[in-house]
């Protein structure tokens, strides 16, 4: 069956430090996966997309791997502020075009 | 103003009663989508609809029914309500031509079937 796993535990980091957070799957072949960010009572929010053929992509202090091969995603935040905690969800597009969704990774940043 | 809205955005109900969620957009999108978030489980698609008259079933369409009345409204109905119905329900929208395909969502709805 398919399957999209995220960090099963919350993550609890200190400001500044870089929290990774990561996301695998099975038995999917995505077009490309994207993340997004999700605050408590609101709706998600999309922050960044990566295409199969893709490896690294950057956006600010955010960096997204993706690995075909090990069916897997890693999202970085680097120098973390307060401010970045949430829930941070991966999303992949399937071949009927709609995407599904992992359970989310919380992260807490600590002043 | 928001581009994607829902109403209501918290309800009661009890088991039995028929309910309907409303969303509305103004970003000119023509595929829509409703979902349903639990604890530990994710988004789960309930239904989607590429255009106004386009309505396909998600995963998890059994208790639901949607109506696409136009470009900018999507209507999720819950014809008899159940307690496992409980959830946040989220609407989204998106762009077929837009370059990162995302999906803008609304604020959500929260549902508690008594």
């Known amino acids: 069956s398919q399957k999209i796993e995220q960090n099963s535990e919350a993550l609890n980091i200190q400001e500044g430090k870089t929290a990774t957070l990561t996301c695998n799957y099975t038995?999917?072949?995505?077009?490309?996966l994207q993340w997004y960010r999700q605050d408590p009572g609101r709706g998600p929010v999309f922050l960044l997309l990566?295409?199969?053929?893709?490896k690294e992509k950057r956006k600010e202090r955010l960096k997204v791997t993706f690995d075909t091969t090990l069916k897997q995603s890693l999202f970085h935040i680097t120098a973390s502020q307060p401010a970045d905690s949430a829930t941070y969800l991966c999303?992949?597009?399937?071949?009927?075009?709609?995407?599904?969704f992992g359970a989310g990774t919380t992260v807490t940043v600590r002043a | 103003d928001a581009d994607v809205t829902q109403t209501p955005r918290n309800r009661i109900t009890k088991t039995g009663k028929r309910i309907m969620l409303e969303c509305s957009q103004t970003?000119?999108?023509?595929?829509m989508y409703w979902y349903r978030q639990d604890p530990g489980l994710g988004l789960r698609l309930i239904y989607y609809?590429?255009?106004?008259?386009?309505?396909n079933k998600g995963e998890i369409s059994d208790g639901y029914s949607v109506s696409r009345q136009a470009q900018a409204k999507f209507s999720l109905s819950l014809e008899s309500a159940i307690p496992n119905q409980t959830a946040l329900y989220f609407c989204?929208?998106?762009?077929?031509?837009?370059?990162?395909?995302?999906?803008?969502f609304g604020p959500g709805t929260r549902l508690t079937v008594l």
């Open positions: 989204a929208t998106s762009d077929p031509k837009g370059r990162s395909n995302e999906q803008f």
């Open positions: 038995n999917y072949s995505p077009a490309y």
């Open positions: 990566i295409r199969e053929n893709e």
């Open positions: 999303a992949l597009l399937r071949g009927d075009y709609k995407l599904s």
């Open positions: 970003k000119g999108h023509d595929r």
């Open positions: 609809s590429f255009d106004v008259k386009d309505i």
